[in-house]
T-cell receptor
Framework: DADVTQTPRNRITKTGKRIMLECSQT?????MYWYRQDPGLGLQLIYY???????NKGEISDGYSVSRQAQAKFSLSLESAIPNQTALYFC????????????FGPGTRLTVL | GQQLNQSPQSMFIQEGEDVSMNCTSS?????WLWYKQDPGEGPVLLIA?????ELTSNGRLTAQFGITRKDSFLNISASIPSDVGIYFC????????????FGKGTLLTVNP
């Protein structure tokens, strides 16, 4: 079974709709991250969380919100989706007590029409 | 903020050739990571570097942590078709700053 899972894997929605992307991990890591990937732009950090009570904005947090429901769950919400939020979204985890390496989920492809 | 310049943006090579790509920064990083992303998948960690001058191998892949701590290199020897994908470098300052800064990626195409 995958250590970091994301649901849904693909989603098509309309402008103005509220969307939630979910991430779960079985690695036991404290730290979780949400990234956005656009073609040719690499990975940009949206939000990150170092534990259940800690939420931090990343480089491009406008238009997004997050919730850390448990150590293993970190969800990303788009309150009112807009077309330029069409992108690939990745969740990642890392271990506070271990190395700095981040482990990524398989991604969610979101299309906003 | 920190920025990473990754080059080349893309490479087209023949199977069996060696490949080199690099990342440079105006900032010092204390950790360098190299990831590979296959189409439709998330990035997968290939090599992690934690010490200036460090040279680390993972099969046909070799990466080096530049002595200035402002650059890193990844080499792939004897490329094969399954090496196709996007390779990303990522740097981390460390200490109280655990965020990764990613390069924009190198798209590698291997012709059989």
């Amino acid at each position: 079974d995958a250590d970091v899972t994301q649901t849904p894997r693909n989603r098509i929605t309309k402008t103005g709709k509220r969307i939630m992307l979910e991430c779960s991990q079985t690695k036991g890591h404290d730290r979780m991250y949400w990234y956005r990937q656009d073609p040719g732009l690499g990975l940009q950090l949206i939000y990150y969380s170092f534990d259940v009570k800690d939420i931090n904005k990343g480089e491009i947090s406008d238009g997004y919100s997050v919730s850390r429901q448990a150590q293993a769950k970190f969800s990303l919400s788009l309150e009112s989706a807009i077309p330029n939020q069409t992108a690939l979204y990745f969740c990642a985890t890392s271990d506070f007590a271990g190395s700095d390496e981040q482990f990524f989920g398989p991604g969610t492809r979101l299309t906003v029409l | 903020g920190q920025q990473l310049n990754q080059s080349p943006q893309s490479m087209f090579i023949q199977e069996g050739e060696d490949v080199s790509m690099n990342c440079t920064s105006s900032s010092i990083f204390n950790t360098w990571l190299w990831y590979k992303q296959d189409p439709g998948e998330g990035p997968v960690l290939l090599i992690a570097l934690y010490k200036a001058g460090e040279l680390t191998s993972n099969g046909r892949l070799t990466a080096q942590f530049g002595i200035t701590r402002k650059d890193s290199f990844l080499n792939i020897s004897a490329s094969i078709p399954s090496d196709v994908g996007i390779y990303f470098c990522a740097g981390q300052i460390g200490g109280s700053n655990y965020k990764l800064t990613f390069g924009k990626g190198t798209l590698l195409t291997v012709n059989p």
